[in-house]
């Protein structure tokens, strides 16, 4: 029996030819496609490691390393972790208190001169678990009411972690007068009623109180 022409079978060899053009030109594409967003053939994480991960059971660096890999955009490990996300609860990193302890004060004798046009009235250096330090200024500017100026010191943080982190000077859990850290770790807070304050702060997973400041 003879194998019927292509022609014969009404197939029009142009078309063919353009199709298998075209299927040469989507492979070419298809590698630089990869490259470009879909990272799932670079994905060297086993779905027991995603679980791991999720579950909080995995090596502090192996598991920031995987948090860099997820990050960048890996569409496997995304899909992993949201189809696993609804079972398992990623937990809350573990918050450690602080309380600074008083380290240097400096109870100065009003006047002691005029700086910067306010008068420095006391210095307070604190200090929590040789990690946090915590330089206070405080300049009254009218009778009743002062600056408080700040500036925190974390033994090997990250300034980055320290900018827009909320000061608070409160009075029984009541944040009264709030301030904002900036980049190079200070912070003012101005119009502070005379009285006593706890100041607090969250840094990451650090909570740190100092008890008992008088303004
Ligand atoms: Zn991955």
Known sequence: MAIPTATEMGINVTDRLNESQ???MSVNQEPRAAGEGNTMNECKYELGEIVEYLMGGMAEDTRSELQIHVDAGCAQCEDRIASMGGFVQEPEPEVHQMVA???MDTQMAAPVGVRGGAVL???RVYEAESKVCIDIDQHEM???SST???QVLIKGGDLDDLEGVEVSLCQDGIPMAVGSVDLLG???IEGVPSGNYDLTMSVGNLEIAI???EI
């Open 121 to 123: 009235t006391r210095r």
């Open 148 to 150: 408080v100026e700040g």
């Open 186 to 188: 200070d912070f003012t």
């Open 22 to 24: 075209y299927d040469s």
């Open 101 to 103: 302890q008083p380290l």
């Open 211 to 213: 008890r008992g400041i």
């Open 142 to 144: 009218e009778p009743g």
